[in-house]
Structures are given as C-alpha cells and as structure tokens.
C-alpha cells in the first residue's frame, strides 16, 4: 500500500511555528480529500485539517482553527500543514492521509476509519 511521506516535524518552544509537508502521489488523491490527522501518546486519534482536491473545501478541527492553515501545490504534489501558536497540548505524531472515497468537499467531521495510507507519521514536540 503506498504511503505518503511526513516530513517536517520536531521540537518548538511554546508559541512557535512548523510547517509539515506531505509528498503525494497525484493519481492516489485525484479526487480525493486528503486528510491531516494526529495522535498523541495515550489519546485517541483525531483528525486536524481537510483539503479537498476537487474543490476550494478546507476543514478545520475547532482546536486549531486561525492556527493552523491546510494548503496544497498541484505542481509539487505537495499538501502541507502551517501550523502556528503552538502549545504543548498540540505535541503528537502528525499524518497525512487520502480519503476512501472520491468528495467534491470536506465534510465537516473526521472519521479516521474513512481513510487510508497510513504511515509513520510525524513528531511535533511542543515544549519549553
């Protein structure tokens, strides 16, 4: 199964930036919306961020709505997450993943289980 590949991630004091990037495969997410999810030790996944391809659509989970903006390069295949006033509360392993299913818009939940690709994900630490 492909994978995409997170890269981005590592330590930043409270208050600080990191901008993710996620490498995709242009004809596994046409269509498609792709999705930034995180889980942090000991918690449930959650979802973070939706783009759609087929549409301007953009989803945001309501913790990080105004910090953190989802965006894509059609050129470079590339999605990637700004992320921005960063708390402790944010540190997590960070993944970018394609929907199941082919959407013209995100909808306005995040259900892990409607999505695929999977990889390893990456740390963002929050820390002072």
């Known amino acids: 199964q492909l994978h995409f590949a997170e890269s981005g991630g590592g330590w930043v004091q409270p208050g600080g930036s990191l901008r993710l990037s996620c490498a995709v495969s242009?004809?596994?997410?046409?269509?498609?919306?792709i999705g930034w999810f995180r889980q942090a030790p000991g918690k449930e996944r959650e979802g973070v961020a939706c783009i759609a391809t087929m549409s301007t659509s953009k989803h945001y989970a309501d913790f990080v709505k105004d910090r953190f903006t989802v965006s894509m390069d059609d050129a470079k295949n590339t999605v990637y997450l700004e992320m921005n006033s960063l708390q402790p509360e944010d540190t997590a392993v960070y993944y970018c993943?394609?929907?199941?299913?082919?959407?013209?818009?995100?909808?306005?939940?995040?259900?892990?289980?409607?999505?695929?690709?999977w990889g390893q994900g990456t740390q963002v630490t929050v820390s002072s």
């Open positions: 242009a004809s596994a997410v046409e269509g498609r919306n």
């Open positions: 993943v394609v929907d199941s299913a082919f959407r013209y818009y995100c909808p306005g939940d995040f259900r892990a289980d409607e999505y695929r690709n």
